[in-house]
């Protein structure tokens, strides 16, 4: 499968079709190295902004930004779960070089994604409220929290923006452009944190301005990547609509929502499931909230990496289906294990063994620290099961069985905050330890188990078995 035959686009090419004709494991390592950066940088909105708040606002408003997260969380997570979806069947276009069907996906996605990312706003605006406060959140840090839902909400719509056109063009083989994006913004962001807030004494409402401003860049930038680089037509061309083009087909739109739709559940109802456990610990105090949110930002910290290569085990799977090539499918699959769980093993060792510093970045506050190094120092054990359940999802998403990921995750989700409210009010923190730790072994035993069945009979006489 070839784009462009134009020899000035040749290379670009060969960049772009690493996946489909390259070595496994340092075609995988080399196209998820971008996106494990950018995860990190992503990471860094979040992780700058609590930093920030903790060091310039106190611990009111590290409490405010703490409750916001989760239910923030589960609109970025049906964002992010429905660009997934697209993801899987933007890749197999590329793979099968039909660039007509790339189109079609690509003006429905972006116009049908910005419809629905305006209700998610809409209803943001009128539940964050009554949810804050159904959780037990007092009115105070209701209003703090609030100061900032609002402003987020507003610019939900370049969050949309970016993660779409960033997974677009990584399921077109191209991972470094979103990567320099990202790099480029969040540094923007981190300074006007500072500069807002540190500077200018505009509070919490200075952290969600910046976060919005950085996202509205980076929306902007890719676009202009996608229509204005004349220097790889090979790739963009296609994707290069005219305002005037970009009408949503109704066929097309419904092969979008059937792929698209478990994988945005899936997102959301594991975020609703933080949302429901930290609900369980307001009644510990502020210091606890927060502490454990700070573990939480850890945590996501550490899954940039596990992240990252199941993002491009999902490209790389789909590419490949969609070119035909089958029998790369079980080398990308194990390709990803050797690399994610080396990882995890390296990841949970630090976590283990320096929790106290990790928690310190954040706050000064020695109960907020002893409550965030409960859950670090707890969860550094049993970190490689997570990053084994990522990267196996990430085989599923590739295959396009996003209703399997849904299922399973799902199930652990119930579980986990079914032990949580058992485990909670006996051992508090390491209660949630116990539940989320229970429900990534079920994960792992439920889709690991699948997906090795999987390979055994449907790709071992390298048939496709879709």
């Known amino acids: 499968m070839t784009y462009s035959d134009t020899g000035s686009s040749k290379t670009e090419t060969s960049k772009t079709e690493r996946l489909l004709t390259g070595e496994p494991l340092p075609s995988l390592l080399l196209f998820s190295l971008p996106i494990i950066c950018g995860n990190i940088f992503l990471q860094l909105y979040n992780i700058v902004d609590a930093i920030v708040v903790g060091r310039y606002l106190g611990s009111l408003s590290l409490a405010g930004i703490s409750v916001a997260a989760p239910l923030m969380d589960v609109l970025y997570a049906l964002i992010l779960g429905g660009c997934i979806g697209i993801s899987v069947l933007t890749g197999r276009a590329f793979g099968a070089g039909d660039r007509q069907q790339l189109r079609n996906l690509h003006t429905t996605a972006l116009t049908g994604g910005a419809a629905v990312t305006i209700l ?70 981190a300074l006007l944190d500072v500069l807002l807030v540190g500077k200018m004494g505009l509070g919490i409402r200075g952290v969600a301005c910046s976060t919005v401003f950085s996202q509205f860049v980076s929306s902007v930038w890719l676009f202009l990547i996608i229509y204005q680089n004349s220097d790889r037509p090979d790739t963009l061309e296609t994707l290069r609509v005219p305002l005037s083009g970009l009408r949503p087909d109704p066929a097309v739109g419904l092969s979008i929502l059937a792929f698209s739709w478990a994988s945005a559940l899936q997102q959301a109802v594991v975020c609703t499931g933080r949302l429901l456990i930290q609900g369980m610990l307001t009644g510990l105090g502020n210091e606890a ?55 995890s093993i390296l990841i949970g060792s630090i976590c283990v063994l320096i929790p106290d510093r990790i928690i310190g970045i954040f706050s000064g506050d020695p109960a907020v620290i002893a409550a965030g190094v409960v859950y670090t120092g707890t969860m550094g054990f049993a970190y490689v099961l997570a990053y084994y359940f990522e990267l196996v999802q990430g085989f599923f998403r590739g295959l396009g069985k996003l209703k399997i990921t849904m299922t399973a ?19 508090q923190i390491r209660g949630i330890c116990i539940a989320v730790i229970s429900g990534w072994a079920l994960l792992c035993l439920l889709e690991g188990g699948y997906s090795l069945r999987i390979l055994r009979t449907e790709y071992a006489d390298r048939r496709p078995g879709l």
Request: glycine residues 6%; hydrophobic residues 45%; charged residues 10%.
């Open 120 to 189: 998610l706003s809409a209803a943001g605006f009128v539940f964050s409220r009554p949810i804050l406060l159904a959780q037990g959140v007092s009115e105070e840090t209701c209003a703090e929290a609030l100061s900032y839902l609002n402003i987020i909400l507003a610019g939900l719509i370049f969050s949309f923006l970016y993660n779409y056109l960033s997974s677009l063009l990584r399921s077109c083989g191209d991972s470094r452009s979103p990567f320099i994006v990202l790099l480029c913004s969040s540094t923007l962001h």
């Open 289 to 343: 909230v927060s502490g454990y949110n700070m573990g939480m930002r850890v945590e996501q910290f550490l899954f940039c990496f596990s992240q990252g290569i199941s993002a491009a085990l999902v490209v790389a799977i789909s590419q490949n289906l969609g070119s035909g090539n089958y029998d790369r499918v079980k080398k990308f699959y194990y390709s990803s294990l050797v690399s994610g769980i080396s990882l």
């Open 409 to 427: 995750s799902t199930i652990q989700i119930i579980l986990r905050v079914l032990l949580s409210a058992f485990l909670v009010p006996r051992y």
